[in-house]
């Protein structure tokens, strides 16, 4: 079970379920680790990761090789990302780059 920890202390844990039912993102409450809510994300997630403001979620699905992007205010999906798998490994590492502005 991946867990990550935001910079605002939200904690974030994956779940898994049973093939072909999709993973869960558990949004617990910083201090208190209550959990705040879930949501739907790629069968067997395997990376957490957060932005640097604590505002969004990414979690790989390796068995769908898919990145789910969530918005950590309103516990909604904004993106799913499907990057070609090569080989029998799916999505599972996840880094934030975040580009230079001028």
Known sequence: MPVHV????TLLTGALRPDPEPGILTVHAPETFTPIGEVEVGRFPLTVASSPDGRHAYVS??????????D??????????APERTGISGAHGLAYIEAARN
């Open 6 to 9: 935001t910079t605002d202390g």
């Open 72 to 81: 950590l205010g309103t516990l909604r999906t904004v993106a799913t990302l």
């Open 61 to 70: 699905g390796n068995a769908s090789s898919t990145i789910t992007v969530i």
